[in-house]
């Protein structure tokens, strides 16, 4: 098991953070040309959802089936914690939290994996993935979408 901490700061208000890191469609839009996902629900996330998607790396790798479950998304403390698997992953236990800053708010990401011995290369994975939907989330939020 690997565990990978990623923290990003954002100039905006943590509800306004929030209302976007747990939005279907922006999760779609952060992570166009990264991760392509089929059977994505509309809208928020919601406590105790079972999703069954159909992920492709850059768009050009073949479909694979992936699940998420949401064991927590609590609001008023802004913590979303969900139990995911598929596409190579025996586990993938995501917790993130939304923070108040002096200057707008913080986005903290933990993700605990189990994937035999590609742990340590989904590991990477998990580093790269959730780096990279920083600079979009940026962007959205400048465009006043959230």
């Known amino acids: 098991m690997k565990t990978v901490h990623l923290t990003h700061d954002y100039p905006v208000a943590p509800e306004r953070l929030w209302a976007l890191a747990?939005?279907?469609d922006a999760l779609a839009r952060v992570m166009e040309g990264v991760v392509t996902f089929e059977g994505l629900p509309e809208g928020r996330v919601r406590e105790g959802?079972?999703?069954d998607v159909m992920v492709s790396l850059f768009g050009r790798l073949p479909k694979q089936p992936y699940r998420m479950e949401v064991l927590e998304c609590d609001d008023d403390?802004?913590?979303l914690r969900s139990s995911e698997k598929g596409a190579?992953?025996?586990a993938w236990r995501h917790t993130m939290r939304v923070t108040p800053t002096a200057q707008g708010s913080r986005l903290t990401d933990r993700i605990e994996i189990e994937a035999g011995l590609l742990t340590g290369l989904f590991?990477?994975?998990a580093r790269y993935l959730y780096g990279a939907r920083h600079k979009p989330r940026l962007?959205?939020?400048e465009e006043?979408?959230?």
Do not use: E, P
Request: glycine residues 10%.
């Open 123 to 125: 590991a990477l994975w």
């Open 22 to 24: 747990t939005d279907y």
């Open 77 to 79: 403390r802004m913590v």
């Open 49 to 51: 959802q079972k999703i």
């Open 139 to 141: 962007r959205l939020l």
């Open 144 to 146: 006043g979408a959230f």
């Open 88 to 90: 190579g992953v025996k």
